[in-house]
């Protein structure tokens, strides 16, 4: 807490003097742009000063011989908002570039990029190298000021030298902004914008490619949330992004008549009533008509139901992609056509920037249908990702809510209107109320081209025609919107109540904690004193760990789900138990073999002193001398900044790993909000987590009597904290000690032993060994194992218990089952090549430890041992 303060009480000054050293290509660049758009008065007013005449850029400024004008062009940033945008844009990638790549680099790209962008577009426009002509004269007539175009090449080019985790993030956001400023806009600005992107993305790995070790794998599931999320926000905002433009020329500018239809131009008006009243003529006066709040926010509500949709997303919520996939496919239906009616209409505003008639067509009947198209595509191949539900009946409420509010806005628009029949154009019947109905609830931009029977003129008419869709459609966002956030009570929830309060009351083994995660099912003694955490995969009841309750009736509470098993045909395995679950399942008649060991460190008398400890001072010192502090915080309590670095600590460690994360006994993000969990942080002055350990409690007789190790990160980087998982344990073990806990448990170490490679470990457990060498350069498990044994403790073996050998094929694919649910067929090809990539000695070694020895053992043990009373009841 020291160092908190210590950055809290920083002078002004001295945090701007400490950001000049840290970031001085970032800060001279912001200071410029600043003190230009001051001095010259371009701030308020960008396009005043004769200065900006001279200096812009463009394909007219470079062709009158104005060679200067690239770089010149980005001393000027606009108005007051433009100022603001282009600050954000250099503070997002100045200071990461100038801490990667040096400052030389990052000038080198912030220049390079944006000169180059702009040469290119030009070029491109001279030549009229574009199938739409008309586009290109467009953006031969125009010239840009700014320094966002450079920015975003920076921070492009910078990604390659990021982490996965970071680069996969960075490339998303900087490369979805300019597609849809182009695509919806298509001003030269933005055109160069996503050029200047291009050409940083594509620089950048060229040059700083190298520093990555292998291809990042693909996406966690919560990672994938969250780019899935951003894609269809961004897709949501682009429509807006046309309709703000003042003169959108961007291919997709069409599509903001689907959301943000704006209203006609009086003088077209009367030009298309000058000749009676016509279809044409009454659907222009309707579109006129729709100005104000209320339409406004009609026009809005698809944007902020794809909002609230991407929100559901970022979730990983199933009725999120559910009607993300219905809102897509109608909008695309909606699109085709509207494209319809816009090719077939003689009203050039809708398409303007296209003069060829045979491309207009094509593109209005098109375009419209093609990004929901593409997001529903999207949706489906990401399917899998989003399988979080919401409590029961919670969209079935807002189901009979919506429809109860249709009904009756419905009722009361047909009721006000023929109440107020006189404030409309032409008093209308209740079958023509009746018809018009279905039209409230549409945004406005799908009635452009609608003819209506009668028009709205006095206030109750007017208000009753804006708001009733308005109404509808909000409760419906809001019914939607609390669905995704409420968490789902699982059935299971309240067997896990009951199975907490045992371990709490009664108390388990040092692991006993995991039994209590997501996932499990539980069976209880009778009577209820003691309990089994299992999940059944594939007929294989797998237990998580010992039982828990009171020790004298665990014996028993084996016995028992044994006896369960059998009734239901389930082949039970008791996973990673120890000797005393091992002992009551001998004398069932069970078979075991150990699997991991347990590391135990007491903290009765511990001290680090003397030479073992040499690794475990120095690290200690090193964070001492580093301003690095341990702070304890419960997950769910802890400062936002600090959580979000978690996140992104265990997000980069499962980029980097390319292989799935695991999970059943070993914790991930999601047991840490579980607040009886004590989460222990590796911080410095500047709020920088450089590592993060979670403890689980350990209960005896209702009292925590120790502590378990779980979730173990670093930070990765160029500059890491190389002690910090040393550091983090023995500030845990040197605290807990003081609160009074008797010991510390490291967890176990999977497919490692102490004993490893003495002459009477059992075949199989050398097969489990072998398995261990092949994944030890993708999981690492013995190098966690010898990590752990430098704080000298003590060792307990962990078995797996099962019926027969002959099961044990079923059990390990349960096993693996268990611990990577959601791995693909690329997640799998991919971990096979890796375990090709070792050396041929140790290849030969594992395929002839895991195929010669594990089926002949399993046969022979099953020919010589197996017993016709065997539990399980089957083979």
């Known amino acids: 807490m020291d160092a908190e303060r210590r950055g809290r009480t920083r002078t002004l000054p001295t945090t701007l003097v400490r950001l000049a050293r840290r970031a001085p290509i970032t800060c001279g660049v912001l200071a410029v742009g600043w003190a230009v758009g001051v001095l010259t008065w371009t701030l308020p007013a960008p396009a005043a000063h004769a200065l900006v005449a001279f200096l812009t850029s463009g394909p007219r400024p470079l062709s009158a011989g104005h060679w ?93 030298a990021l982490s996965a985790l970071w680069r996969r993030r960075l490339r998303v956001i900087l490369l979805t902004v300019p597609v849809m400023l182009v695509a919806y806009s298509g001003q030269l600005s933005d055109v160069v914008l996503l050029a200047s992107a291009l050409i940083g993305l594509v620089s950048g790995a060229w040059m700083f490619g190298h520093r990555r070790d292998r291809r990042p794998g693909p996406a966690s599931r919560n990672e994938t949330r969250v780019l899935v999320a951003i894609v269809v926000a961004a897709t949501a905002v682009g429509p807006v992004i046309a309709a703000a433009a003042h003169t959108p020329i961007g291919p997709l500018a069409v599509l903001r008549f689907l959301l943000l239809s704006p209203p006609p131009d009086p003088g077209a008006v009367l030009q298309a009533c000058a000749h009676g009243v016509n279809r044409h003529c009454r659907a222009m006066e309707a579109r006129q008509r729709l100005f104000g709040f209320g339409p406004a926010l009609a026009s809005a509500l698809p944007v902020i139901v794809l909002l609230v949709i991407a929100e559901g997303l970022r979730r990983g919520r199933r009725a999120a992609w559910v009607l993300g996939m219905a809102v897509n496919v109608v909008l695309a239906a909606l699109g085709v056509w509207l494209g319809a009616l816009i090719a077939s ?36 191949f990401t399917r899998e990702q989003f399988e979080v539900k919401a409590p029961r009946r919670t969209y079935r409420r807002t189901a009979v809510l919506a429809a109860a509010m249709f009904v009756g806005l419905s009722a009361l628009y047909v009721v006000v209107g023929l109440v107020a029949s006189g404030q409309f154009d032409t008093p ?19 009635l452009g081209e609608v003819a209506p029977s009668f028009l709205p003129q006095g206030p109750v008419a007017t208000a009753v025609s804006d708001w009733v869709g308005v109404v ?41 904690w995991i039994t209590t995660w997501a996932g499990n099912s539980y069976w209880f003694a009778d009577p209820p004193d003691a309990a089994v955490a299992y999940r059944v995969i594939g007929g294989v009841a797998l237990t998580t760990g010992d039982p828990i309750g009171s020790p004298e009736r665990r014996a028993a509470a084996v016995a028992g789900f044994v006896a369960t098993c ?25 078979r075991s073999v150990q699997v991991a060991e347990e590391i135990v460190l007491p903290l009765a008398g511990l001290s680090f002193t003397g030479r073992r400890w040499q690794d475990v001072r120095t690290a200690l010192n090193k964070a001492g001398k580093q301003g690095i502090t341990a702070e304890w915080f419960a997950f769910a309590k802890a400062p936002l900044a600090i959580t979000d670095q978690i996140r992104a600590i265990s997000e980069e460690w499962v980029a980097d790993k390319g292989l799935p994360e695991m999970g059943f006994t070993l914790g991930g993000l999601a047991e840490l909000a579980d607040d009886a969990v004590r989460v222990l942080v590796a911080v410095d002055a500047d709020r920088t987590v450089h590592g993060v350990t979670s403890w689980m409690p350990v209960h005896r007789d209702g009292k925590v009597v120790g502590w378990t190790l779980d979730f173990m990160r670093r930070r990765s980087g160029p500059d890491p904290f190389r002690g910090v998982s040393e ?56 190098s966690l194992h010898a990590f752990k044994a430098k704080f000298q403790p003590e060792y307990a073996p962990l078995h797996l218990c ?53 089926v002949p053992d399993a046969r022979a043990e099953a020919r010589t041992d197996a017993r016709p009373d065997s539990v399980g009841g089957r083979s």
């Open 802 to 854: 099962y019926p027969d050998p002959a099961a044990l094929p079923s059990i390990g694919l349960a096993i693996g089952r268990a611990y990577v649910p959601h791995i693909g067929a690329r997640q799998s090809a991919k971990l096979l090549a890796r375990l090709r990539r070792g050396s041929p000695e140790d290849r030969s070694s594992n395929v002839r430890a895991i195929l010669s020895e594990a």
């Open 472 to 512: 509808f459609w909000l409760v419906v966002v809001g019914g939607l919107l609390v669905g995704f956030v409420r968490s789902r009570i699982d059935p299971a929830s309240a067997d896990a109540a009951r199975a907490r309060a045992i371990l709490v009351e009664h108390g388990g083994t040092d692991l006993a």
């Open 727 to 782: 550091f983090l344990v023995a500030s845990a073990a040197r605290d807990l000690q003081e609160e009074g806990a008797q010991f510390l448990s490291l967890s176990g170490s999977p497919l490692a032993r102490q004993d490893r490679g003495t002459g009477d470990a059992r075949r199989l457990e050398r097969v489990l060994d072998g398995l261990g060498a092949a994944l030890e350069p993708i999981y690492g498990f013995r």
């Open 68 to 160: 200067w004008s690239p770089v010149t062009a980005m001393l000027f940033w606009g108005g007051i908002g433009a100022h603001f945008l282009t600050t954000a844009a250099v503070v997002v990638a100045g200071p990461v570039a100038e801490r990667r790549i040096g400052p030389f680099r990052t000038a080198l790209f912030l220049v390079g990029t944006q000169v180059l962008g702009t040469v290119l577009v030009s070029a491109f426009v001279q030549v009229g190298v574009l199938f739409d002509r008309s586009w290109v004269d467009v953006l031969g007539t125009q010239e840009m000021t700014s320094a966002a175009p450079g920015a975003f090449g920076l921070g492009l080019a910078t990604s390659a």
């Open 345 to 380: 209409t003689p009203d050039e505003a809708m398409v303007a920037y296209t003069t060829a008639p045979g491309v207009r067509a094509a593109l209005a009947t098109v375009v419209p249908a093609l990004v929901p198209a593409v997001i529903a595509a999207l949706l489906w």
């Open 428 to 446: 209308p019947t209740v079958l023509a109320l009746l018809a018009d109905v279905p039209l409230r609830f549409l945004p406005p931009g799908y």
């Open 566 to 590: 059998a009734e239901r045909g389930w082949v039970p395995a008791f996973y990673s138990v120890t000797t005393a679950t091992r002992d009551a399942c001998s004398a069932l008649g069970l």
